[in-house]
Every structure is written in C-alpha cells, then in structure tokens.
C-alpha cells in the first residue's frame, strides 16, 4: 500500500490489516517461494511468520527427527511428533498458520550430500533462510549459491540470550559478512566459489563444524523465535524497499541499553572488478 491510500475494509481477508501497512508490498510477498534449510528451532519460527505472512509456497528441507528436548523452542511440533521426521511434522504443524493458500513441499533428506536437490530448489525459490547448523563452509556454500542465482539470502542463529541474524540481497556487487570473513582451507573455499557452487551433486568434500551440544549453552523460544521472525523481517522489509543490515547481533538480557550489533552489507571487490572490466 502506498502512504496516500488505504485499500476498502475486506473483513473476510486473513491479511487485511497487513495490507494498509505503509509501503507493505502484500501483493509481491505473496509471489515469493521460499527455500527453508532446516527445520528446527529457527526453520519453525521463520516458516510459521512466513505463512502469517501469505508468501506463496515454502519447500522443507530436514533430515533430522523430533526430539522432546527440542520442544521448547521449535514450536511447529507437539509432544505427539516425539520420533517424527521434521518436515513431515513442521508441514502439519504449520497448518494451522497457514491463513492463505500457501504451498508446502517437503524433503526429508541431507542437504549436504543431496546438494544437486539443493541447488535444483534454489532454483525454483525467490530466497533461500539456511537454518541448518552443519558449519561455516556450508553456510558458505549457501550464500555462494545465492550469489550465483542472485537471489536473497538470510540466515539465523541463536544460542543462551543471543541471536544472530544474517542477510544477503542477492544484489550484484554486495556481498555478505560470513563470505567476505572466511577461516578455513582456501581450497575448499575456492572450490565454494559461486562460479562452481551449482555443479556439484554432494558437498561430501566439506567438513562439518564441531557442534557443541545444546545443554553446555542452553537455548530457548525467546531467541529462536526471534532469530527466525528477525530473519524473515530483513528480508520483508528489503523487498518493500528499506534499507536493512547484513549482520545483526542482539543480547536479549541487554539490548535496551542499545547493546546492538549492526554492520552494512560489505562490497564484493571481485564482482566489482568484473563490473569495470
């Protein structure tokens, strides 16, 4: 909606009340698919505010199953999916949200080794929210592939009283904090590179990060859902034309004495000297 119209009342539309937001563009979100890696803590929070939403179709992809300890935060699931696989218990708990007529599609598979699936959806989706914690060369990988199909990109995490919220524009010429500081072996990095990223089948060749387990930090719904709807909010509020950061980082215990961390989205030299060329 513009700033000078406000659309006639439609008492029977789900989204009627977003739809007078100032510069909300309800029409182009509803066009959006969207690619969710993972569907945990983070995969939850952003596919239910997705589907309040009304984006057109989202696409599950998880190889994981539910756990009782991961009911506390991941808040699609029920003590009744304890065993179930979670993209078949995040699509029926997010049937509830769904107020539209959005699409769900749904993978249960690994989406380190079934990477040509991965690059194949990324293809058919408008934005990819990687929420899988497999470590910082798949992230990487991840954001490569957004560069290369240049399409948004945004990523969550969260942990104790922090959350973390990453985002690409997918633009040509920008880059993102986790691909410009990378700490690793340059020559799987370069074997990254967006110019290969869609040409492999499996990522196999890639080391996951140690995962410290989630008792030794502790986590909760406060973050994660917060990670999840900030996630989704970067992205929103870029499509509907506002500026927004690449990398935030926020204490939820200390955040009012403006204890926030946010950093613009870095240049991506190399694209840069492409472009002069």
Known sequence: MSNNTLPPEDINDPFD???CIPDFDHDLISQQTCLILGTGGLGCSVAFTLARLGVKKMIFVDFDTVDATNL???ILFSLANVGDKKVEAAAEGIKFHNIGDTEIETYHMDAQLNWAKVVE??????VIFNNIDIGAYYDYACLALAKSLHIPYGAGSSYARTWIVEFFTGKYGESSFSYMNRDGNQEIFDKLHPSLIQDYDSLDFIERDPTPPTRSIGSNVLVC?????MTVNAWVQYLCGFPTPNYTLVDVAS??????VAWEAPEDPEEKVEEQE
């Open 17 to 19: 009340r977003q739809k």
């Open 72 to 74: 506390n935060r991941q």
């Open 121 to 126: 959806l990324a293809k058919e989706s408008d």
């Open 225 to 229: 859902s917060t990670a999840g709807l």
């Open 255 to 260: 955040y009012w004495r403006n204890d926030i």
